[in-house]
């Protein structure tokens, strides 16, 4: 059954019960009906997903109960989150045009595919030029291509697309250190922040780009998020009622300045009590005994700050494109604010960016041999990228709704082969694969694999093979995350400071996870992460890294088809919650 017979069941269960029951749990209901749809496919003699390796073709087989149950209150089930709509344009294919149709070729600015000069300052003069025409696309052809500067993708609507990442290749011969300066880490140490942030594929508004790089060559570490270097730099345009998580609609106080379309700023701040940090560990007796105010890196996070997109503003009620994370209440003085003026609709893609290969550096003293960093990037997209010999390989740093597809890391070994910190919501990373290493590891560094920090929200791995690394929650209680479909040689170690607090808040679901190597760290969660789901994993056991949770009593956790990940329907969490999102 496709999307779009899904779709219409959806619709056709809303019209038989006009009248009956509300909006909310009509829609609600749509979704479960279809979702009784999905369950029906699967059991029946329909072909197996795709996504279902490992799994004898044509199977039939059941929904998992925990799936039929998150059905009946996909807005709000306690354990796993909504994050159908993850990704660019709401899991949106990215566009094949950009801008208003300006296409340009770097060759035309210089640009020598034969490696023989640096090529940098070609596409950057190729990349201005389309940003200064309102967007287009910037073709890199085929060809080796040497840089010695940072790519820099200032504007929006602008795509860099090379002829694949087969046959178009940057050679990046210089690090961030040499390109930029020393990056200390706001929170003291000798610690390098280039072990986390900034790329040499960089996407970042561009006023934003030079108000970061100011504040680093002037050795004042930034905030590096949506409200500038000290957080200062937004106005407040409404405030918000009281609403629930899931919600679509939200009352405000005023409309001025908000229309459809418009990219705001949903700002929570934490009250004396830290009540909204315990409502993000899922609230009840564990959060509300543990001690936040040590925790002064994680204190630090908050306000939390989620941006969306209004789809429609009538009155006093504003909709929003995405349902509402979390609960919104007075105590946390909610509002709609301004945010930087983000980077929308572009991307990069069809490219392999290669740093001359050095040693891996000695851990968090990366000197930035990074690959593609997306930062206050909104809508946007990497596809078909491939990076090799770098510290760091693809970052989201304060960056939403944004889809990394078709994304690879090789070569020597990274310290982060993804990293997704500084309240980073709603992307989607799929069809991505991080590779062995080609040379042993260096005493002294570290390797995690999939990162997640800094109350980063609704972020999902989708169809992955890792054949390094880990599942790295590198505490900064990210909440509200999936990852699904996933074969991993779980052989990293996750990080974090303990200042940052919890390594988990509430509904992190690890759903369909293939571990080679039957080591439990951070595979298995239900004895961790508080109001989780753990469900289709291997059979794993603790050895090397063990944890205990952060939270103490129930954690309300579930475990679901534990050891048998191939008997679990559906395979894929966020493409079945997809389906139903229409």
């Not at 000290?230 to 919600?247: F, K, N, S, Y």
């Not at 439990?520 to 291997?538: E, Q």
Request: hydrophobic fraction near 35%; charge should be neutral; include cysteine.
């Amino acid at each position: 059954m496709d999307e779009r017979r899904l779709g219409f069941m959806a619709i056709g269960f809303i019209e038989n019960n006009k009248g009956n029951i509300s909006r909310r749990g009509l829609l609600a209901g749509a979704v479960a009906a279809a979702a009784t749809a999905v369950g029906a496919t699967a059991a029946g003699s329909g072909p197996a997903s795709a996504t279902a390796r490992g799994t004898a073709a044509g199977a039939p087989r059941a929904a998992t109960p925990l799936w039929r149950e998150f059905a009946a209150a996909p807005f709000t089930h306690p354990q796993i989150p909504f994050i159908g709509r993850a990704g660019h344009r709401g899991g949106s294919r990215p566009p094949r045009r950009t801008g208003r149709g300006f296409v340009v070729d770097v060759r035309r600015h210089g640009a020598k595919p034969d490696g023989s000069a640096d090529a940098a300052p070609a596409i950057n003069r190729a990349i201005a030029a389309a940003g200064e025409r309102g967007g287009g696309t910037v073709l890199i052809p085929e060809g080796t291509y040497r840089i010695d500067d940072i790519i820099r993708i200032g504007h929006s609507d602008v795509v860099v697309r090379g002829a694949g990442s087969g046959r178009t290749k940057l050679y990046a011969t210089r690090n961030l250190t040499e390109l930029i300066g020393t990056y200390g880490s706001r929170y003291g140490g000798d610690k390098s922040s280039w072990s986390w942030a900034g790329g040499l594929i960089w996407l970042c508004p561009q006023d934003r780009w030079a108000s970061l790089t100011d504040a680093i060559r002037a050795k004042s570490w930034p905030f590096e998020g949506w409200t500038g270097n000290r957080r200062d730099e937004w106005r407040t345009l409404a405030t918000v009622a009281p609403a629930r998580r899931g919600d679509r609609s939200i009352t405000v106080d005023g409309t001025t300045g908000l229309r459809r379309g418009a990219l705001v700023l949903l700002r929570l701040a934490d009250d004396a009590g830290h009540t909204l940090l315990e409502h993000m560990a899922g609230g009840g007796p564990g959060p509300e005994a543990y001690h936040w105010d040590d925790k002064t890196k994680l204190t630090s996070y908050v306000p939390y700050e989620w941006p969306v997109r209004i789809t429609s503003v009538h009155g006093h009620r504003v909709t929003l494109e995405r349902p509402l994370p979390l609960d919104v209440r007075p105590e946390w003085d909610p509002r709609l604010t301004t945010l930087v003026t983000p980077l929308t609709g572009s991307g990069v893609e069809g490219l392999t960016l290669e740093a001359v290969e050095t040693p891996q550096s000695p851990h968090l003293l990366d000197k930035g041999y990074n690959g593609v960093a997306f930062q206050c990037a909104y809508d946007c997209w990497a596809d078909d990228i491939t990076v090799r010999h770098v510290d760091n390989g693809f970052g989201l740093i304060a960056a939403s709704a944004c889809t990394l597809r078709r994304t690879r890391v090789a070569g020597r070994g990274s310290h982060h082969p993804y990293y997704c910190r500084e309240g980073s919501h709603d992307n989607l990373i799929e069809d991505f694969t991080v590779e062995r290493r080609t040379v042993p590891a260096p005493a002294g560094t570290q390797l995690h694999g999939i990162n997640v920090e800094g109350l980063s929200s609704h972020n999902v791995w989708s169809r992955g093979l890792m054949e390094m690394g880990t599942f790295d929650s590198h505490r900064g209680m990210p909440f509200a995350n999936v990852r699904t479909d996933i074969t991993v040689e779980n052989n990293g170690r996750h990080g974090g400071d303990a200042s940052a607090g919890p390594l988990f808040g509430a509904r992190f679901t690890h759903w369909n996870i293939r571990v080679t190597n039957g080591r439990a760290g951070l595979m298995r969660i239900d004895g961790l992460a508080p109001y989780s789901a753990t469900v289709g994993i291997s059979e794993v056991t603790e050895f090397d890294q063990i944890d205990v949770p952060d939270f103490t009593g129930d954690l309300h956790t579930r475990l679901e088809a534990y050891g048998t990940p191939e008997a679990v329907w559906p395979p894929n969490l966020y493409e079945a919650q997809r389906a139903l999102a229409g």
